[in-house]
């Protein structure tokens, strides 16, 4: 069994490794280029456009939303149930998808914040 001593060490080390392998992007920069974000860890801030909650076949809660900058605006996922009023400013951490193949399903420029977050902000 590893010591909980070794595990914080290593947890330590590689956080500040995560939070710099997020992209603090725009939603305008992922859509006009989404060769350079496709896969990667990206951070935004938007306004939520439309949002849907729903439940999977399986019985899973999932959350489907745009998110947008007043030009661009792009769909955001995750599972589990967010209750934002429409024209709400949101953070949004998760990771891209150009084209993202669930099933018989294929979505386009898609962000997964299943594995991030989606917060909402004061506007600045």
């Known amino acids: 069994?590893?010591?909980?001593?070794?595990?914080?060490?290593?947890?330590?080390f590689l956080?500040?490794?995560?939070?710099?392998?997020q992209i603090h992007t725009t939603i305008a920069d992922i859509i006009e280029?989404?060769?350079?974000?496709?896969?990667?860890?990206?951070?935004?801030?938007?306004?939520?456009?439309?949002?849907q909650n729903k439940t999977s076949r399986a019985g899973n809660p999932y959350t489907v939303m745009t998110v947008s900058d007043g030009e661009y605006s792009i769909k955001v996922f995750s599972f589990g149930t967010y209750k934002f009023a429409l024209g709400t400013y949101v953070r949004v951490k998760g990771t891209f998808a150009?084209?993202?193949q669930v099933g018989r399903y294929t979505f386009y420029n898609e962000v997964?914040?299943?594995?991030?977050?989606?917060?909402?902000?004061?506007?600045?």
């Open 33 to 51: 280029n989404p060769d350079n974000f496709d896969g990667k860890f990206v951070e935004f801030v938007g306004t939520v456009d439309n949002i």
């Open 15 to 21: 956080f500040p490794l995560f939070l710099l392998a």
């Open 112 to 124: 997964d914040a299943t594995n991030g977050s989606i917060t909402k902000e004061k506007k600045k």
């Open 1 to 12: 069994m590893i010591p909980k001593q070794i595990i914080s060490s290593i947890i330590a």
């Open 98 to 100: 150009k084209v993202k």
